[in-house]
């Protein structure tokens, strides 16, 4: 349902993105991993639509990407995009109020408490049903990007774009964020792209894990070449291996030209 096609992406002189070709389907979950710079961020936000791409084209759908993000697509960045000044659940409302009500900003009456129930049943689903009353600045960092997640799925996404979600948090609330993540995407059919610098978070979520890297490198003119998918793992057979893991380790650890070991 998304297709990637022979897609470029160059700031200036810089080329950091060169002929990707990817076909994902409805409800799989890419993990993204690579050397830190090497252009994943940058193809997060081509697939939000956060950024035009210098060649190629993404379709959604067999159409066009459009050219701003819209709610097709629920994106959670590292750090939290929460209002500070609003309470958890005016945080979650909000994503039902400004597409329902333009002006204002805020809904009324009977169309306002069926938003205030959405918005906290999802903050219920995501664990955070203690603290609706609570202000970001009062919630762990956990719990903050637990309050990020709501936010996002509470649009409806049918594609989730996680840009290393959980990189700020402690181990032990990493597992649990996990945990909820996995749950989340296993009921639903969202489509999820996950930014991580964390390979076992990548292999233990993904179905899928997409390495990007350089395969050409010119010393001389170090922005000349960008990166591609260089490997395209599958995690729902049994084949995806130690070997596997290595070919990822190497890449996230900038080791541009290595052998897929017994492959
Ligand atoms: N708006 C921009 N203008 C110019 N250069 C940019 C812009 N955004 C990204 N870049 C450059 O593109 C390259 C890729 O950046 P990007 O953030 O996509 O990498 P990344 O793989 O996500 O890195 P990291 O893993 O460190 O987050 C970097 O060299 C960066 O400097």
């Given at each position: 349902m998304?297709?990637?096609?022979n ?7 810089q080329v ?10 409805e ?13 994943k ?15 190629g ?31 958890v659940?005016?945080n ?13 900003g805020r ?19 995501v ?6 009353n609570k ?14 997640i ?8 049918r ?17 649990d ?29 993904g179905?899928?894990v ?8 010119d ?18 057979r ?8 290595h070919?990822?380790?190497?890449a ?12």
């Amino acid at each position: 349902m998304i297709e990637v096609c022979n897609l470029w992406k160059q700031y200036g002189d810089q080329v950091v993105l060169e002929r990707l070709n990817l076909r994902v389907k409805e409800g799989e979950f890419c993990s993204m991993v690579g050397a830190s710079g090497c252009g994943k961020s940058t193809f997060l936000r081509l697939l939000l639509g956060q950024e035009r791409a210098t060649r190629g084209e993404i379709l959604f759908d067999g159409e066009a990407l459009p050219a701003e993000p819209d709610a097709h697509r629920g994106v959670v960045f590292q750090r939290y995009s929460v209002f500070d000044h609003l309470s958890v659940l005016r945080n979650v409302m909000l994503g039902l109020e400004l597409p329902r009500a333009r002006f204002t900003g805020r809904l009324f009456g009977a169309r306002r408490r069926a938003a205030r129930e959405e918005a906290a049943a999802m903050l219920e689903r995501v664990g955070l049903g203690a603290a609706l009353n609570k202000y970001p600045q009062q919630l762990s960092g956990g719990m903050q990007q637990r309050l990020a997640i709501a936010q996002a799925l509470m649009m409806k996404p049918r594609v989730l774009l996680l840009d290393e979600p959980f990189g700020a948090l402690d181990p032990g609330i990493r597992k649990d964020m996990h945990a909820l993540l996995s749950d989340l995407w296993r009921e639903s059919k969202l489509t999820i792209f996950m930014v991580t610098h964390d390979l076992k978070e990548g292999f233990t979520l993904g179905n899928r894990v997409l390495v990007f890297d350089k395969v050409r490198i010119d010393p001389q003119a170090p922005g000349a070449y960008g990166a591609r998918i260089t490997y395209d793992i599958p995690l729902d057979r049994p084949r995806a291996s130690a070997s596997a893991i290595h070919v990822a380790q190497a890449a996230v650890q900038g080791a541009s030209r290595i052998e897929l070991l017994s492959d």
